[in-house]
């Protein structure tokens, strides 16, 4: 097939697809018409292998949902054990208890001043919890 472009000719080859009728037909604006699709539909060539997130794959391969889980399962049990493994400053705790009950109290205080009372019940009952 011949087709132009600004002027420019180049030659388009059409690929042909055995196309089969389907059962969905209807009529529309008064004319009928049928779904068709291919027989077979062409596979591209494989393309390089990628990689998402540490994790290998090919675009062209189809995977079972059963290898995904073991995958993530290997995953986790490798972050599980770099936090059992994780040797942490004990002061670091204390920071982060302050941080957190200062953050409240900032809430708090906001809510106050805005005269959220239902919001302040629940702050109070947080500060209870995270033992503030």
């Known amino acids: 097939m011949k087709l132009t472009y600004r002027g420019q000719s180049y030659e388009k080859n059409l690929s042909s ?38 994790v290998s794959y090919n675009p062209g391969q189809v995977v079972e949902q059963a290898s995904c889980m073991k995958q993530s399962e290997k995953v986790l049990s ?28 900032r809430r708090w205080l906001i809510a106050q001043a805005e005269g959220n009372e239902d919001l302040i019940r629940l702050l109070e009952k947080e500060f209870q919890q995270v033992a503030c």
């Open 78 to 105: 490798k972050v599980e054990l770099a936090i059992k493994n994780s040797t942490t400053d004990p002061r670091v705790n204390q920071i982060h208890q302050a941080n957190i009950c200062r953050n409240l109290d």
């Open 17 to 54: 697809l055995e196309i089969m009728p389907g059962e969905v037909s209807g009529k529309y604006r008064g004319n009928e018409w049928t779904y068709q699709y291919p027989r077979h539909i062409p596979m591209s060539s494989p393309s390089a292998p990628l990689k998402y997130r540490g």
